[in-house]
């Protein structure tokens, strides 16, 4: 492949590349790596590797790599921003022609601000990318081979599935992890997480008891689905039979340390077994689940996607009787 061929191509790719020449100093890099950086591709040539680095002794390890040729694996690398804030990293470095090629997989984006569960998550993202793209390929070869039509859907199910998650996988460790906040209908975004709910085998019978008068909100549409999903999947989990929407709009509400003269309450209300005692101090928290074969993120993501937009989620629960009460700012007055 030429240089200019492999050039395209690597300008294509999600994963974070740079070429460093014999003296550390940045000969190209990549449009998703840059973006991560906050700099231009073009204004990134000529500055010295040690610019990018947090660490001061990484420039030495880096010629090592150069005068060895000997690659070299970093795990959680700090990178300076244009802005001065930091990323963390997995960084492999190779030899390559005369110099180097750094490949950059970002775990943490916005280090100051970042909270310990995103970590976590970003994380794992990265962990699992390459096992999903060997499913994904499997598949596809299986959907290619398979002459039934009911194993060539089964096949299709699992190349939706691996890109979804690859999606989600995308989303915590690039910039699409930040929120994308705008207008949200919450009654029309139920409506269409209905409609989800009923396509999957054996569906909840779903309850819905809505406030008109509700407006609508500010935030991010497909996080504020992705809590409604896991608290869907807990209440099945729990043997729930019935799901009941609820929305009503709370005044003079405090919120963390905000206060909102309205505020949106959403309540999710099951009637499974409810939560375990055992459990509910610490429900919140990351790797907490009541089954065996629980991750125990779910509902820590769903916190955190509910702090993400000013908000809270709470739980009330009984046997019988579970409620998830999800608190969405509508208007902030005062601090």
Known sequence: MSDAAWRAWA???????????????????????????????????GLPLEVLLADPDASSQAMRVVQEQRPLQWRGVALMTASG?????????????????????????????SSPLSATLRGFAHEVKNPLAGLRGAAQLLQRRLDNEDLQSLAGMIIDEADRLGALANRLLHHGGVPQLGPVNVH?????FNDLLQAEPSP???????????????????????VLLN????????????????????????????????????????????????LRDTLFQPLVSGRA???????????????????????????????????????????
Do not use: K
């Open 11 to 45: 300008e294509q790719l999600a994963t974070g590349l740079a070429l460093v020449d014999a003296q550390l100093r940045l000969r190209w890099m990549n449009p998703t790596l840059a973006e991560r950086l906050e700099m231009g591709p073009r204004s990134a040539v």
């Open 85 to 113: 804030s930091e990323v963390l990293a997995d960084i492999a470095l190779q030899p390559f022609e005369d110099g180097l090629l750094l490949e950059v997989h970002v775990l943490v984006e916005r280090l100051q601000t």
């Open 188 to 192: 029309q975004l139920l409506e269409r």
């Open 204 to 226: 909840l019978q779903l309850r819905h008891d809505y406030d008109p008068s509700v407006p609508d909100l500010h935030g991010d549409a497909h996080r504020l689905q992705q």
């Open 231 to 278: 608290l869907a999947r807990n209440a099945r989990e729990a043997g729930a039979q019935t799901l009941t929407f609820r929305t009503r709009v709370e005044h003079g509400l405090r919120l963390g340390e905000r206060m909102w003269r309205m505020a949106l309450r959403l309540d999710v209300i099951d009637d499974g077994a409810g939560v375990p005692a055992a």
């Open 293 to 335: 074969d629980g991750s125990g993120l779910g509902l820590a993501l769903s916190r955190e996607i509910a702090h993400e937009h000013g908000g809270e989620l709470r739980c009330a629960s009984r046997p019988g009787e579970t409620v998830f009460s999800l608190y969405l700012p509508l208007e902030r007055t005062h601090d």
